[in-house]
């Protein structure tokens, strides 16, 4: 076994294995910590399903893997060919894996038995409804008896509920799991100097427009808040099963904006003329232990936030006069309350102090930082079981 003590001035070359496409609405997270990673000195190889022009200027060698496109095919048959690239280019010397949980069930075995250094990428438990989401919890469960095994070195997750979560499942060292919350980009992300209520409330949700992600209850929240006198727009930005239904609502509906998924400096832009962002997600199991990146962006971007009252959105030290949580059984009806009672003054008061939130809060610097340390810890400090005696 190498040493796992690395020089910090050298920095660690990183292969990170992930079934994140660069155009994925959810790859901005794989994207802000490989920056992040890069810029702490680390030398990263990117092996994922994009054809490697996909990442030209990125500052990251990247390798494109063979993905199926049958469905429920997508990520074995990404292992595979991870697996394929890697009995290829042994000679390779990383010092560390990084392997999303979709991929650990067929990766993990081979390259533990080349004694290689691995850390399990959790960013969420099977979020699909279907039968084949169902299917998937299956190689989740997998690739965290690697980590309780010792077969993976440690995992990152993206809450605390969530690493408790893991934990009652798989009960081994708390150490050995680390929290990478979901932050924002401080930069493209930002708040407009005076951003006017005018006649009309802006509101806009974005992210995957899926049905069991509550996103129908956002046009009826605004059909009510317009019968009660109240001007709003709505914007919706995302794809998923739910898109072609809103597209036709929008089609009758002169306050309803529909986009499809769209570049984050369009977004960035779009969330800066806004005054108020939805969580809708509502209280499950999956979204409970979340950790939405679309929460650090309302913030970021100076939107007021108002959602459904979860582990999942909550955020310590917030004031509902800006950041407005409500049980799922009374949304709407406190929810148009809690809207009412906004004026200009209020507004733009929560507007500044959303955004010194996000600034003293949710940079990725902080998770890139506990990644790194995850990266650079010596596991002997932790307990982990010895393979033979399992």
């Not at 951003?195 to 509550?214: A, C, N, T």
């Not at 099963?241 to 929008?250: F, R, S, Y």
Request: glycine share 6%; with cysteine.
């Amino acid at each position: 076994m190498p040493s796992l003590v690395q020089n910090e001035e050298a920095g660690l070359d990183i292969c990170w294995i992930t079934v994140r496409k660069e155009k994925d609405l959810c790859s901005t997270t794989t994207l802000a910590l490989a920056n992040g990673l890069v810029d702490s000195g680390h030398r990263l190889t990117l092996l994922n399903p994009d054809d490697e022009q996909d990442h030209t200027p990125q500052p990251w060698v990247q390798h494109k893997l063979h993905q199926s496109t049958k469905k429920g095919f997508h990520a074995s048959s990404l292992a595979s060919s991870a697996v394929r690239w890697l009995k290829e280019n042994e000679n390779s010397n990383f010092d560390v894996y990084l392997i999303d949980w979709q991929v650990a069930k067929k990766i993990a075995p081979y390259l533990k038995t080349n004694n290689k250094r691995m850390i399990l990428m959790d960013r969420s438990p099977p979020a699909d409804v279907s039968l084949l989401g169902k299917l998937q919890w299956n190689h989740w469960k997998k690739a965290w008896r690697h980590v309780r095994d010792g077969v993976i070195e440690r995992g990152c997750v993206v809450s605390p509920l969530h690493k408790e979560f893991v934990l009652s499942s798989f009960p081994f060292s708390k150490d050995r799991i680390h929290v990478l919350p979901a932050g924002v980009d401080l930069e493209r992300f930002k708040i407009q100097k005076k951003q006017s209520v005018g006649e009309m409330l802006h509101f806009i949700y974005h992210g995957r427009l899926d049905k069991h992600r509550g996103v129908f209850a956002l046009p009826i929240f605004v059909q009510k808040l317009l019968k009660a006198g109240v001007k709003a727009q709505l914007t919706l930005v995302g794809e998923g099963n739910a898109l072609i239904p809103l597209l036709e609502m929008g089609k009758n509906c002169s306050w309803l904006i529909v986009h499809r998924r769209m570049e984050q400096e369009e977004l960035a832009d779009l969330l800066s003329k806004q005054h108020i962002g939805f969580l809708p997600m509502p209280k499950s199991k999956i979204w409970n232990l979340a950790s939405p990146l679309k929460r650090s962006e309302y913030l970021a971007s100076g939107l007021l936030v108002l959602g459904i009252d979860h582990n999942g959105h909550t955020l310590d030290n917030t004031d509902s006069s800006w950041y407005k949580l409500i049980s799922q059984e009374h949304f709407h009806d406190l929810g148009i309350d809690w809207v009412k009672s906004l004026d200009e003054s209020s507004i733009e008061k929560g507007r500044q102090e959303a955004r010194r939130y996000s600034e003293m809060n949710c940079s990725w610097e902080k998770t890139v930082d506990e990644l790194a340390r995850a990266l650079t810890l010596n596991h002997s400090n932790d307990t982990i079981p010895s393979i033979s005696s399992k």
